[in-house]
């Protein structure tokens, strides 16, 4: 079993609907969730990120993690054309030494105009 | 303040030979880790540099090495290339002194094929 599950689509939805993203995880010691977006032939860049359990906001973007269910959420309100990319959700413990990022294989996004 | 860099872009080797895959980090920051990212996969962790030493390892053969300068830049080495190797090769920079929170700043990759 993968440590981290991801969905990798393809997902593909017209302009203006709400996209919702999830994974799934097995080691409990994951504390920081975060969610990258890659768009094609870039390197990834952090888009929301949460510690522990709880929702965060930041504008069309809404963070879920509920870690008794070892589930996270991403979901993206009024998606545009410009959100198409692949969505990556990682994580990472609060212990160890180098904090190193656990990735989920990615959903490729597409939100037609 | 300047962000991560990488070059080459893009590389082309034949099944045998030696790479090297070099990593600027962003300004303010001391740590540099690499992940290799297949196609159509999430980045795998290959190892990290802190203050010019190995902190940490995935599971990666030890003829994938690095290395890291006083100024924080980086470079990944990989020999004797197997048709495998062929991945988009990501660097991040980070402070690894500011915790587990801290953002990990991507480069824009190096794309290897292996032929």
């Known amino acids: 079993q993968k440590e981290v599950e991801q969905d990798p689509g393809p997902l593909s939805v017209p302009e203006g609907a709400i996209v919702s993203l999830n994974c799934t995880y097995s080691?409990?010691?994951?504390?920081?969730f975060m969610w990258y977006r890659q768009y094609s032939r870039k390197g990834p860049e952090l888009l929301m990120y949460?510690?522990?359990?709880g929702n965060k906001e930041d504008g069309r973007f809404t963070a879920q993690v509920d870690k008794s269910s070892k589930y996270i959420s991403l979901f993206i309100r009024d998606s545009q054309p410009s959100d198409s990319a692949t969505y990556l959700c990682a994580m990472t413990r609060s212990g160890g030494s180098n904090y190193k990022l656990t990735f989920g294989k990615g959903t490729l996004l597409t939100v037609n105009p | 303040e300047t962000g991560v860099t990488q070059s080459p872009t893009h590389l082309i080797k034949t099944r045998g030979q030696q790479v090297t895959l070099r990593c600027s980090s962003q300004s303010g920051h001391n740590t540099v880790s690499w992940y290799q990212q297949a196609l159509g996969q999430g980045p795998q962790f290959i190892f990290q540099y802190y203050r010019e030493e190995e902190n940490g390892r995935g599971n990666f053969p030890p003829r994938f090495s690095g290395l890291q300068f006083p100024n924080y830049s980086s470079e990944l080495n990989v020999n004797a290339l197997e048709l495998d190797d062929s991945a988009l090769y990501l660097c991040?920079?980070?402070?690894?002194?500011?915790?587990?929170?801290?953002?990990?700043?991507f480069g824009p990759g190096t794309r290897l094929l292996v032929l």
């Open positions: 080691n409990s010691a994951f504390q920081y």
């Open positions: 949460t510690y522990s359990s």
């Open positions: 991040a920079s980070s402070s690894h002194d500011r915790g587990p929170q801290e953002t990990q700043y």
